[in-house]
C-alpha cells in the first residue's frame, strides 16, 4: 500500500485547502493545521477525509 501524506492525496484529487476545510465544517488555517500536523486530526475527520478523497484511512493516517 503506498502511503500519502494528507497534503499529497489532497493535491492528488486536486482539491483545495479551503475545500477541504469547508467539507469538515473548520476554518481554512485550522486545516491547515491539520495538514502540518496529522496526528491532530480526529478519527472521524480521518474517516470523512479519506472517504472523500478515495484512499484508504491507512495510506493517509498510518503512513510511519
Known amino acids: 500500500m503506498e ?3 494528507l497534503k499529497q492525496a489532497r493535491t492528488l484529487k486536486e482539491e483545495t485547502q479551503e475545500s477541504m476545510a469547508e467539507l469538515l465544517n473548520v476554518h481554512v488555517q485550522t486545516y491547515r493545521k491539520l495538514e502540518q500536523n496529522p496526528d491532530e486530526v480526529t478519527v472521524g475527520q480521518a474517516k ?3 472517504n ?3 484512499f ?3 495510506a493517509i493516517f498510518f503512513n510511519k
Open 3 to 5: 502511503s500519502l501524506t
Open 48 to 50: 470523512v477525509i479519506s
Open 56 to 58: 484508504s484511512y491507512d
Open 52 to 54: 472523500y478523497l478515495g
